[in-house]
T-cell receptor
Framework: NAGVTQTPKFRVLKTGQSMTLLCAQD?????MYWYRQDPGMGLRLIHY???????AKGEVPDGYNVSRLKKQNFLLGLESAAPSQTSVYFC????????????FGPGTRLTVT | AQKITQTQPGMFVQEKEAVTLDCTYD???????LFWYKQPSSGEMIFLIY??????QNATEGRYSLNFQKARKSANLVISASQLGDSAMYFC?????????????FGTGTRLTVIP
């Protein structure tokens, strides 16, 4: 039982390049999330999904796209990377009920130069 | 307006002593959940404790307890008998039921350092 995994762990991009971050969970969770963590700002929600084939915007969605083609996978795409997207990205998943915590992946450290 | 406020950027505690990390929240929802997560230097987010808005008793999980004061909208984390391994960032987070998707709003965190 791997929990939530993220690929890759580290990445350096040049401005304007594109990339996709992959999140996978093996806990059969309905809900999945992408957050970014910047120094001094805590975690902020980028996009989320409440089920296969559904996605919705979070607090800071600009510059990102997501897809949830399979229940266990949630992809985060950067079409044209900008230095402001330098951050640590966390994926999380959870059951729908209020009382259940979100389980987080180990994070992806992205640097855009 | 900030939904979660953590006013202590850093805290120090002597090993084996207790420490309280402050968290206040802002919501008009009657039904919500409060969470605390620990982030050690390795970077992963570790769930510690949960308190529901309708829970009458304060939540406890081993050495962690949540001092929930609903009228004051505060949800402070108390760590008893601090250990060196408790040195980490601690984040308070809130989920409002009305958002429907279990989204969490995080505070900016408190860095706890345990002194031997």
């Amino acid at each position: 039982n791997a929990g939530v995994t993220q690929t890759p762990k580290f990445r350096v991009l040049k401005t304007g390049q594109s990339m996709t971050l992959l999140c996978a969970q093996d806990m059969n969770h309905e809900y999945m999330y992408w957050y970014r963590q910047d120094p001094g700002m805590g975690l902020r929600l980028i996009h989320y999904s409440v089920g296969e084939g559904t996605t919705a915007k979070g607090e800071v969605p600009d510059g990102y796209n997501v897809s949830r083609l399979k229940k266990q996978n949630f992809l985060l795409g950067l079409e044209s990377a900008a230095p402001s997207q330098t951050s640590v990205y966390f994926c999380a998943s959870s059951y729908p009920q209020t009382a259940y915590e979100q389980y987080f992946g180990p994070g992806t450290r992205l640097t855009v130069t | 307006a900030q939904k979660i406020t953590q006013t202590q950027p850093g805290m120090f505690v002597q090993e084996k002593e207790a420490v309280t990390l402050d968290c206040t929240y802002d919501t008009s929802d009657q039904s919500y959940g409060l969470f605390w997560y620990k982030q050690p230097s390795s970077g992963e987010m570790i769930f510690l404790i949960y308190q529901g808005s309708y829970d009458e008793q304060n939540a406890t999980e081993g050495r962690y307890s949540l001092n929930f004061q609903k009228a004051r909208k505060s949800a402070n984390l108390v760590i008893s008998a601090s250990q060196l391994g408790d040195s980490a960032m601690y984040f308070c987070a809130m989920r409002e039921v009305q958002t429907g998707a279990n989204n969490l709003f995080f505070g900016t965190g408190t860095r706890l350092t345990v002194i031997p």
